[in-house]
Nanobody, 119 residues
Framework: QVQLVDSGGGLVQPGGSLRLSCAAS????????MNWYRQAPGKERESVAR????????YYADSVKGRFTISRDNAKNTVYLQMNSLKPEDTAVYYC????????????WGQGTQVTVSS
C-alpha cells in the first residue's frame, strides 16, 4: 500500500520550533518533488514549501521565508520541515505532498499533522 505519513506536529509557544517529518512507504521518494501545504480553519489550503528531487531548488511562501526550512533524505525516504520562530498564524494542519517529477499525475498526500502555536 502506498502511503505518506506526516508527523511531528503538536503544541508549541510563539517563538518556538517544531520539526515535521513525512515518511513514504510502498514507493520511493527519489523521483518526487516534495511539498508541504497547510490549512488553517476558515482559510484556503496554501503551499508552504517545495523541494526538488536533488535538493538543489527550494521554494517558500513569503509568510514563512527565513523561518522554515524544507529538506529531504532520499536514503531514508523522508522529507522534513524545520519550523523556527513560530507564530500563532502558523497554526494549521500541515500536509505532505509528493508529485512525480516525470509523471505529475502520480501524486500522494499525507494525512496531515496539527501544529498549534499558542502561549
Amino acid at each position: 500500500q502506498v502511503q505518506l505519513v506526516d508527523s511531528g506536529g503538536g503544541l508549541v509557544q510563539p517563538g518556538g520550533s517544531l520539526r515535521l517529518s513525512c515518511a513514504a512507504s510502498g514507493f520511493t521518494l527519489s523521483m518526487f518533488v516534495m511539498n508541504w501545504y497547510r490549512q488553517a480553519p476558515g482559510k484556503e489550503r496554501e503551499s508552504v514549501a517545495r523541494i526538488s528531487t536533488d535538493s538543489v531548488s527550494t521554494y517558500y511562501a513569503d509568510s514563512v521565508k527565513g523561518r522554515f526550512t524544507i529538506s529531504r533524505d532520499n536514503a531514508k525516504n523522508t522529507v522534513y520541515l524545520q519550523m523556527n520562530s513560530l507564530k500563532p498564524e502558523d497554526t494549521a494542519v500541515y500536509y505532505c505532498n509528493a508529485v512525480h517529477k516525470l509523471v505529475p499525475t502520480i501524486n500522494y498526500w499525507g494525512q496531515g499533522t496539527q501544529v498549534t502555536v499558542s502561549s
